[in-house]
């Protein structure tokens, strides 16, 4: 399975919206360390924001923490403006 | 199949190192729109090296680029210094 049927198969947004998701995986050492997953979580918002005027309710976010793994899921629904009307 | 499972079934780091996976898929409502995923992938990568000392040797960076599906998949293995004698 390549990564792009990894995001395929969650359905596909329709054409005048775009869809952003962001995964991300921290695998610790021991409980003891920072969690990276939390820290890099506002600043990866914050580089996404300067790129792509974001709704609060068009963004998704997920987070799984497990003994020495967390993840971080976000989904963000992209509304084109003009490309509607096209 | 939890996002953790995705992340576990690709094997995991000896215990003395870390690992930190970020994957991106953007899709795009139609082939004149900037690609995302390219632009993003500077800005994170500088985000993530304020955070951990990245040695280029230990970073795997794949992209793929369909007709309006972008993906990006960093692979960031990270070594613990005193943890190994730990």
Tied chains: 1, 2.
Excluded: C, W
Aim: charged share 30%; glycine share 2%.
């Amino acid at each position: 399975m390549s990564l792009l049927d990894i995001f395929k198969r969650r359905g596909s947004a329709p054409v005048a919206r775009e869809r952003l998701q962001v995964l991300l995986a921290y695998e610790r050492s021991n409980r003891q360390r920072p969690d990276l997953v939390a820290v890099l979580r506002e600043e990866i918002m914050a580089v996404i924001a300067k790129h792509v005027t974001v709704d609060q309710d068009d963004v998704q976010i997920t987070m799984e923490r497990g003994e020495t793994m967390s993840t971080l899921e976000i989904d963000i629904n992209i509304n084109i403006p003009n490309a509607a009307a096209a």
